[in-house]
């Protein structure tokens, strides 16, 4: 078996500790030749770096070379995956993309909404010139996209490298929400197999199968699920308004007939009650900002402190999580053809009969060494075709707004946007983002 080398650009993300858990976790099947950080800021990395090689020195069974660099020369030659998951502007700028949209009225949340809006005009630019420069060096490495806002950077990265199949962008929400449903009916997720379709944090569960005997589980899980349920699945969904919005689940399968919605559907679906619940002094940045950023870096500081991993309470767990366990299986099944289905963010091309061919769905996909290839919807109800649209049009004005630079077109953008709406309200939001947003977004003339 060939041994790979992988970059994960962003190393210095709150993410990577986990990642290079699972990685580790999963010597047998995906076995490591090389390690690359690769990050803008190398005092942040440093850390994760040295976390890095004390994990594999301490848990791999083959030597592994590490390295941790913000030289995109030494990152990017000669691997065969890049993992992205950069956050242009960091958590500060989060947090004024939330504040801003709620000093208007208007929702303010990291990859929906005005918020979504902003950063998607921050990370586009970073992402594009990131995989350029990652494709000058290293023409046929597979580069998986954690960077959000996945649905808007999705339709950025199809638009520049149009031919480019080797792009996959990736989210990992459907599969957290999955990991629920599998424990509500005491099954593994991977005994589960998903039809969805949709944009990315926009769509629907049709049927959940179980993989042995073709049985759907969806009309067992909505009834069940029309009442919230306390079920264990990962420690950060144990936290407030994660678990606000998992139990808001129910609320919108009391509301609506047919499928399962995918939890970031209550931001469109519900923007005023969303608003309400919000603090606009304190918001989803500030909480994880004071919380799980801090308590992973506080974690990887008392590791390196002590020197080691095995027999600390930092011991590795067999699970580091989905957000892990996706892009590891992922890049698993394009190493060694597994044909395993995933959901990913690709072009439609005819697979939702009724919407536009060039859209970039998600939708469950076969995956192998030739790349992803998308199953089969036919044609999708009227109500969702509708908010599908409407939300397509607004990501798609939002990234034509990137590329030319256009006021005019990210003021139609957010006027689309189903969270934010009114004109008057849209253009006092725009002037505020513009301001707030200067060296990292385009000039908008
Ligand atoms: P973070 O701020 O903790 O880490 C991001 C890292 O990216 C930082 O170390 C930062 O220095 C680095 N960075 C920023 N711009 C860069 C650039 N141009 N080149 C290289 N590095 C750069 O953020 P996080 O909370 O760990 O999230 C990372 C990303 O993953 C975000 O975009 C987040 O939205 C995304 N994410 C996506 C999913 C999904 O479902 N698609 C799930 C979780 C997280
Ligand atoms: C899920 C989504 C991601 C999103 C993350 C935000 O994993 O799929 O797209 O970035 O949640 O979580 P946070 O805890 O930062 O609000
Ligand atoms: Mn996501």
Not at 164 to 192: Q, T
Not at 383 to 410: C, P
Request: aromatic share 10%.
């Amino acid at each position: 078996m060939k041994n790979y080398s992988i970059c994960i650009v962003g190393g210095g993300s709150r993410y990577t500790p986990d990642i290079l858990g699972m990685i580790c976790n999963n010597e047998s099947r995906f076995p490591l030749k090389k390690i690359v950080l690769y990050d803008i800021e190398a005092e942040r990395q440093e850390k994760v770096g040295k976390y890095a090689e004390l994990l594999f020195k301490e848990y791999y069974s083959q030597p592994v070379e590490v390295v941790y660099t913000t030289d995109m020369d030494e990152a990017f030659k000669e691997m065969d995956f890049v993992f992205m998951q950069i956050r242009a502007g960091r958590l500060k700028m989060r947090e004024q993309d939330e504040k801003i949209a709620l000093k208007h009225g208007c929702l303010g949340q990291e990859t929906c909404g005005a918020g979504g809006f902003a950063y998607g005009l921050r990370s586009v630019p970073a992402v594009v010139d990131l995989i350029r420069a990652v494709r000058e060096r290293c023409e046929t490495c597979w580069i998986l996209n954690y960077s959000n806002p996945a649905a808007i950077v999705a339709e950025a990265t199809k638009r520049v490298f149009p031919k480019d199949h080797r792009i996959i962008n990736i989210c990992d929400m459907p599969i957290a929400i999955m990991d629920m449903y599998a424990a509500v009916l005491g099954k593994a997720r991977r005994d589960l197999e998903p039809k969805y379709f949709g944009l990315n944090h926009f769509g629907w569960f049709t049927h959940i199968l179980d993989k042995n005997t073709g049985e759907d589980y969806l009309p067992q899980l909505r009834e069940i699920l029309k009442t919230p349920v306390e079920v264990k699945t990962e420690a950060l969904f144990e936290e407030p308004s994660w678990k606000s919005t998992f139990h808001f689940m129910s609320q919108m399968i009391q509301d609506y007939d047919e499928y399962l919605p995918n939890t970031y559907l209550q931001y469109y679906l519900y923007p005023k009650k969303m608003v309400e619940k919000e603090n606009p002094n304190y918001t989803r940045a500030n909480e994880v900002m004071d919380g799980n950023e801090k308590e992973t870096y506080t974690r990887l500081e008392q590791i390196l402190s002590l020197g080691k991993i095995k027999g600390t309470p930092y011991a590795l767990q067999a699970d580091t999580g989905c957000h892990a366990e996706y892009i590891v299986d992922l890049a698993t099944a394009l190493a060694s053809n597994t044909n395993e289905i995933f959901l990913t963010i690709t072009k439609n091309n005819g697979i939702i009969e009724n919407l536009d061919s060039e859209m970039m769905v998600e939708v469950p996909c076969r995956v192998g060494t030739n790349g992803v290839e998308p199953l089969a919807i036919g044609t999708i109800p009227k109500f969702y075709k509708g908010l599908i649209e409407g939300q397509h049009a607004y990501e798609s004005l939002t990234v034509d707004a990137w590329e030319e630079g256009s006021y005019m077109k990210a003021l139609k953008a957010l006027v689309l946007n189903r969270t934010v709406v009114n004109t008057d309200v849209a253009k006092a939001l725009l002037n505020d983002l513009i301001e707030a947003n200067e060296g990292y977004w385009p000039e908008l003339k």
